[in-house]
C-alpha cells in the first residue's frame, strides 16, 4: 500500500467474454484526491463520445472519487468532467454511460501515479466484494 494509505488500481470488468481493464483509480503526482482515469488512444467509436460501465462510476465514488480525467498522451493533451456528469449521460444497452467528448473541458497535462494492482468489477452489491490482484506487466 501506498503512502497514506492510497494504492493506484487498474478496474478491469467482464466484456463480451474477456476481462477488460477500462479505468484506473490514482492520483496526480505530488497530489492526494484520487480520480478516475483513462489514458486515450484514439480507439474506434471514442471520436464522438466515451463511456464507462455503470458499475465502475459508482465504485469510484465509494471510495472517493469526484473528477473523471480522459489523457491522450500522443497529443500531451488532458481532458476533465466531474464525474457526476455520467448520470446525464445515456445508459447504453450495455450497462455503460456515454457521454460526448464535447461535454469535457481541457486541462494541463499531468502526469499521475501508476497503478500496479487490479480491482475486478461486477456489479459490486457493496463496498469490500471487489477482488484485487497483483497487475501483471507484459513487456
Not at 57 to 70: M, S
Amino acid at each position: 500500500m501506498a503512502a497514506n494509505g492510497f494504492t493506484p488500481v487498474a478496474l478491469a470488468v467482464q466484456k463480451r467474454g474477456r476481462r477488460c481493464i477500462v479505468a484506473k483509480i490514482t492520483r496526480f503526482i505530488g497530489d492526494s484526491a484520487p480520480i478516475l482515469a483513462v489514458a486515450w488512444r484514439g480507439q474506434r467509436g471514442t471520436e464522438a463520445a466515451i463511456s464507462l460501465p455503470v458499475a465502475v462510476i459508482e465504485y469510484a465514488k465509494r471510495v472517493g472519487v469526484t473528477n473523471f480525467f480522459l489523457r491522450d498522451d500522443r497529443q500531451m493533451a488532458m481532458f476533465t468532467v466531474p464525474l457526476g456528469i455520467f448520470e446525464k449521460g445515456r445508459l447504453g444497452a450495455d450497462s455503460e454511460r456515454y457521454i460526448p467528448i464535447s461535454w469535457l473541458r481541457p486541462v494541463r497535462w499531468r502526469n499521475w501515479q501508476f497503478a500496479t494492482q487490479v480491482v475486478h468489477i461486477a456489479d459490486l452489491p457493496e463496498m469490500g466484494s471487489e477482488k484485487i490482484e497483483q497487475l501483471t506487466l507484459e513487456f
